[in-house]
């Protein structure tokens, strides 16, 4: 096996579905966890506190790490990422939800129009 020359990017996307039974405790750690971003400029922290406060979803969202998540993964740099949280209807009985099925909106044919492993 021999070593690439040039870097191998991948993406890696995860979409993942959370039911939230506490609020204020989402919202609280998310406001502590801006409070104590001290890098972070007052004008940003202003919105992502009035966000997080107004919004559950955002609250999630400024709790997630991506790079806390891969940060300890060998031989990998993670280089950039982008996250989001928004609040969904969920029903886990219906076909729509059946995470084993392939988007249909994405494209998984490689470029002589064959499947690939996704």
């Known amino acids: 096996m021999s ?8 993406r890696l996307r995860v979409e993942l ?4 039974d506490d609020e204020d405790a989402v919202t609280g750690a998310a ?14 922290r202003a919105h992502a506190e009035s966000a997080a406060a107004e919004d559950t979803a955002e ?3 400024q709790l997630v790490d991506p ?13 950039q990422a982008s996250w ?7 029903d886990p009985d219906s076909p729509e939800w059946d995470l084993d099925e ?15 492993a996704g």
């Open 84 to 90: 989001s949280g928004e609040e969904i209807d969920y």
């Open 17 to 20: 579905v959370l039911e939230i």
């Open 67 to 79: 790079f806390a998540l891969l940060g300890e993964v060998p031989g990998v740099e993670l280089l």
């Open 59 to 61: 609250a999630l969202a």
């Open 31 to 44: 406001l502590r966890r801006i409070a104590d971003d001290g890098g972070m400029p007052d004008e940003e």
């Open 102 to 116: 392939d988007d249909d909106d994405e494209p998984y044919d490689d470029e002589d129009g064959e499947g690939r």
């Open 3 to 10: 070593t690439p020359e040039t870097s191998r990017f991948v």
